[in-house]
């Protein structure tokens, strides 16, 4: 094991304000409503690496659903703050109501049933699956007519039920549960079998989850979106229109339209910047606890910590379960921030494969690293369209001016940024595995 | 009498010649993936892109080919592409080897790792490949379209319901067993392919036998390549190839060599069929299957379809899960742990 390095926090010190540093930049020379929007999504990428580096960092899982997970937060978001429709409810709330009911009943039953014939092998396998099927093809009977009727209720404004009505900061939590059960139910079958069951099964749970919201228009409205989500701050209109705001702005000197669309901006940010603090002390308490320190034994050394008597697949679990649910934290926010769901932005590139990026080149099993390449990634992220047209423009110098070839380049630019953060990845992996600010390692016993 | 040959029609024309077709691409799939976790140990996420990889140089090679009026009617363009598409996969596969996989198997370093840097290959070709070729979809099958269409079939049996075999299902059946053959002669009838096995059973055992590690771990990038190469190839002359199908294709590649049992090629051959035939019986709407076979007055108004098409993957993921549960070495017992 290798000592800790002690010009880690010295790096970090350094590479904070570098970071801050660039995002002024972004300030003063693009503009502070960029530099505020870039800013507000840095956060919330912070936030889902913070939640990727606990288990990854902390316990070694691979996690590749990240993006799934980030759009049930999304879905508590919007399943909370828009209002009921009652016309819709109506229509079908019954319906889907007694279907849910089912399932529910019919899984309980499928866990007495395998309760209770433990010990006759095979066969309960197969009553499982029977009171599974059945139970399914009840509930189509119900749900089936029931979603009929919701869909087609007002199918151009609403067509889905809504949701609870419900102040939308709620759903933070909300949305940190859902994932959180759904990571559960993926641990508890894949934990414990060999360590990439867990990254393909997050990959399939994802996948499904996608579909799932793109495809079951009563609950999510599908691809027709669901827009004009509450805000818990206020709206850039009302607030031109108030008096003790324009006079503030009157007295600064700056544009009152400009200067809301700053403030609306700001109070996010400081939203977030909450959530992302607290957070942040919640995982160094954890990370220097007791619970912390074995979580860093049994991912150095599974056997010898089972030897000692922990719970390895148990301790996995909480832990992914854990993460998991920030995420969805922060795909809560993400939707509360966007102020609109959209089951269609949740591409595996967008998130899975770029927290990855976060985690790996800010410095796995350090908070601050994760935090860290949160703000540096998603920032070239940006800054890397830039780029990308930039080395497009420079390899199609030699073709000739409106050239098919140059044309294709020309559009298929943005894809560079793909193989620009893939290579950054493999080059951290490769040269410095541990990251901008490694984990510290104490070396006092 | 006649009913029930139209109701078993029906199902070849909609379940079975496709899902024989779709499942050979899995199969192929899952075969490269599986070979590789038996020898390097690793669950390979870039393995789709390599299809896609594979795919392109196949639709350029006959694009040149079109253009220098090369062809093969009545077969597709697409056989004769297949070579060239198979060598220059295996070059960019070993290029990958050396440049990148190598030193982490000189590391020796945990599988977890290993598969972070798969997806690290994973998203440096997807971005290659979508800068080269676009984003759009391509459609490269030229040729004969129907072996038999559904109204020949009609007209010589006499029957109501028809079958119609595309000239891409044909042949996608036909290379797979040709290429599963060969893989498989090569794996138990060769010497390298005799000490590729040992060297999956026990590493440090065929060490000590004189196998080189360095061999053993080329000729198996070259036979990923090559399977990498064919499956893509006939998945995108099946279905029209599309860069980002191709992502969401290694879940239920992934989940054909599970289900197989990981690391036993056997399997992984198996578990693709086995993810295809169901996928396309659950998601099947069994309506005019059911008309056919019933009195008419029991005939069904629903479209009686356990799950709408759109979750075909989730069929897959499904069953995955059911054979994490019930039986974690899948069908034919691979490796676990």
């Known amino acids: ?445 | 009498m006649i009913d029930i040959l139209n109701a078993i029609t029906l199902l070849a024309n909609y379940i079975i010649v496709p899902s024989l077709a779709y499942g050979s691409q899995l199969a192929l799939g899952a075969l490269g993936i599986t070979l590789i976790y038996a020898v390097l140990r690793f669950s390979n996420f870039a393995h789709g892109e390599m299809m896609s990889f594979g795919t392109m140089i196949s639709i350029f090679t006959i694009w040149l080919f079109q253009s220098e009026g090369i062809s093969i009617h009545p077969l597709p363009t697409a056989l004769l592409a297949l070579p060239f598409s198979i060598i220059i996969t295996i070059m960019l596969l070993l290029i990958l080897d050396g440049t990148v996989f190598r030193y982490y198997q000189a590391q020796r370093v945990q599988p977890v790792t290993f598969m972070i840097v798969s997806v690290g290959v994973m998203f440096f070709l997807a971005g290659f490949i979508r800068f080269f070729i676009g984003t759009s979809q391509k459609n490269f099958a030229d040729g004969e379209r129907f072996i038999i269409k559904a109204s020949q079939f009609k007209q010589i049996t006499g029957l109501a319901e028809g079958v119609s075999i595309r000239t891409t299902q044909a042949i996608t059946v036909i290379v797979t067993l040709v290429l599963v053959t060969a893989v498989f002669w090569f794996l138990n009838k060769t010497r390298t392919g005799k000490s590729m096995r040992a060297f999956s059973d026990n590493e440090d055992l065929a060490l000590l036998s004189g196998i080189k590690p360095e061999r053993v771990i080329i000729i198996t990038w070259m036979l990923v390549g090559a399977l990498a190469a064919v499956a893509g190839t006939l998945y995108g002359l099946d279905k029209g190839y599309k860069p980002f199908v191709y992502l969401q294709l290694v879940l239920p590649i992934f989940a054909a060599a599970i289900v197989g049992g990981v690391g036993n090629p056997i399997g992984a051959v198996i578990g693709g069929y086995v993810i295809a035939f169901s996928e396309a019986f659950i998601t099947f709407a069994y309506k005019r299957f059911f008309t056919y076979l019933l009195p008419e007055e029991w005939a069904p108004e629903s479209l009686v379809q356990m799950l709408s098409t759109e979750y075909k993957f989730a069929v897959s993921f499904v069953l995955l899960v059911i054979v994490l549960l019930v039986r974690p070495t899948g069908l034919f017992r691979g490796k676990t742990l």
């Open chain 1, 1 to 445: 094991m290798k000592l800790s390095i002690p010009s880690s926090s010295r790096k970090a010190f350094l590479l904070f304000p570098l970071m801050l540093g660039a995002l002024a930049l972004v300030g003063v020379f693009q503009s502070w409503n960029l530099m505020l929007a870039i800013l507000n999504l840095c956060l919330i990428s912070a936030i889902m690496a913070l939640g990727v580096n606990l288990q990854w960092g902390y316990a070694g899982l691979f996690n590749a659903g990240i993006m799934g997970f980030a759009a049930l937060g999304g879905l508590a978001a919007m399943l909370v703050s828009k209002a009921p429709i009652m016309g819709a409810w109506q229509a079908g709330g019954f319906g889907v109501l007694l279907g849910v009911i089912i399932w529910i009943m019919s899984g309980i039953l499928a866990y007495l049933v395998w309760r209770r014939f433990k010990g006759t092998g095979r066969r309960r396998y197969w009553y499982v699956i029977i009171i599974a099927v059945a139970g399914y093809i009840l509930s189509r009977f119900v749900l089936d007519p029931a979603i009929l009727r919701i869909e087609s209720f007002e199918p151009a404004s609403s067509g889905y039920l809504g949701g609870a009505g419900l102040p939308i900061l709620l759903s933070w939590g909300v949305g940190g549960i859902l994932a959180g059960c759904v990571a559960f139910i993926i641990g508890k079958i894949t934990l414990g079998l060999r360590s990439d069951y867990l990254a393909i099964a997050t990959l399939g749970i994802s996948e499904i989850v996608i579909f799932l919201f793109k495809n079951e228009d009563w609950l999510t409205r599908g691809v027709k979106n669901v827009t004009g989500i509450p805000r818990p701050v206020p709206y850039e209109i009302e607030l031109q229109s108030t008096i003790w705001f324009q006079d503030i702005t009157d007295s600064v000197g700056m544009n009152v339209m400009q200067a809301s669309s700053l403030f609306v901006k700001l109070c996010y940010t400081s939203l977030f910047l909450g959530v992302l603090l607290m957070l942040l002390w919640l995982c160094e308490r954890a990370l220097n606890s007791p619970w912390g320190r074995m979580m860093r034994a049994i991912r150095d050394n599974e056997i010898a910590a089972s030897a000692m008597g922990k719970n390895v697949t148990s301790r996995h679990l909480q832990i992914f379960v854990i993460g998991s649910a920030i995420v969805g934290i922060a795909g809560a926010m993400l939707v509360t921030l966007d102020g609109q769901f959209n089951p269609s932005i949740y591409h595996p590139l967008r998130f899975t494969f770029l927290i990855w990026v976060m985690v790996i080149v800010g410095g796995s099993g350090n908070n601050f690293g994760a935090i860290l390449g949160g703000f540096i990634v998603w920032f070239f992220w940006i800054e890397a369209e830039t780029i990308g047209n930039m080395l497009v423009y420079i390899i199609t110098l030699p073709l000739s001016e409106g050239s098919a070839l140059k044309e294709h380049f020309v559009s298929t630019a943005p894809q560079l940024r793909l193989l620009i953060m893939g290579l950054v990845l493999l080059l951290f992996l490769r040269f410095s595995p541990r990251g901008l600010i490694p984990e510290r390692i104490s070396t006092k016993a």
